[in-house]
């Protein structure tokens, strides 16, 4: 059975940092785009990041470039998030997703474009 798991969310004060991680188990991670999404109390669910199967293509959404780096470790089957600076804002849950794609082929930060999605961790910024 394929399945990404988050992890890594938790509590952090205002310009701390936090790394998030999506294992996945039950599918090759290499062949697949993945996107970090996150969805705050009442608002649209958000594309921030995304990376090719390669590594060598990433797509950060405005909110986040210049803070956010996305990376991942395809001997482990592990795509990472590295949070920094973070803002009140940045409160939400995070989610993982996958999508089949071509091994250098950026994903898109658009929610339906991706088949696979985690349950999602809980980024807390407050003082």
């Known amino acids: 059975q394929s399945q990404l798991v988050e992890s890594g969310g938790g509590l952090v004060q205002p310009g701390g940092s936090l790394r998030l991680s999506c294992a996945a188990t039950?599918?090759?991670?290499?062949?697949?785009?993945i996107g970090w999404f996150r969805q705050a109390p009442g608002k649209e669910r958000e594309g921030i990041s995304s990376i090719s199967g390669s590594g060598e293509c990433t797509n950060y959404a405005d909110s986040v470039k210049g803070r956010f780096t996305i990376s991942r470790d395809n001997a482990k089957n592990t795509v990472y998030l590295e949070m920094n600076s973070l803002k009140p804002e940045d409160t939400a849950i995070y989610y993982c997703?996958?999508?089949?794609?071509?091994?250098?082929?950026?994903?898109?930060?658009?929610?339906?474009?991706?088949?696979?999605w985690g349950q999602g961790t809980q980024v807390t910024v407050s003082s």
């Open positions: 997703a996958a999508r089949k794609a071509a091994f250098n082929m950026c994903g898109l930060l658009i929610p339906i474009s991706y088949t696979d």
């Open positions: 039950g599918f090759t991670l290499e062949h697949y785009a």
